[in-house]
């Protein structure tokens, strides 16, 4: 199982990037698997950004972003998006995809060692 997280690039403040997380591997689909975002800025540890469950009906966002971000999921593209709006410098880090298997439908997991699957990052800037 390997996951792809791309979409991150440099961006002025106030402006929007969309990151993608695909997912590929001999047989496996995003099916019955929860995913999150979580970020990461130098010096500082590996905070969740939005979480969603598989159902796609339970989503999680850190309080500090909800209303800029929105996650999102396409189980039949084996794709999970956030879109990221009104970005601020204080948002430029590392962003990462990961994934698990899920309990229930609309298991939701906030802690980064709940996840077994992870994506490489893909770097965000936001400039001032």
């Known amino acids: 199982v390997q996951l792809q997280a791309s979409g991150g690039g440099l961006v002025q403040a106030g402006g929007s990037l969309r990151l993608s997380c695909a997912a590929s591997g001999r047989t496996f689909t995003f099916t019955n698997f929860a995913v999150g975002w979580f970020r990461q800025a130098p010096g500082k540890e590996r905070d969740l950004v939005a979480a969603i469950s598989w159902s796609g009906r339970n989503i999680y966002y850190a309080d500090s972003l909800r209303g800029r971000f929105t996650i999102s999921r396409d189980n039949a593209k084996n794709t999970v998006s956030l879109q990221m709006n009104n970005l601020k410098p204080e948002d430029t880090a590392v962003y990462y995809c990961?994934?698990?298997?899920?309990?229930?439908?609309?298991?939701?997991?906030?802690?980064?060692?709940?996840?077994?699957?992870w994506g490489q990052g893909t770097q965000v800037t936001v400039s001032s």
């Open positions: 990961a994934a698990r298997t899920s309990y229930t439908v609309d298991s939701l997991y906030r802690k980064d060692y709940e996840y077994n699957y």
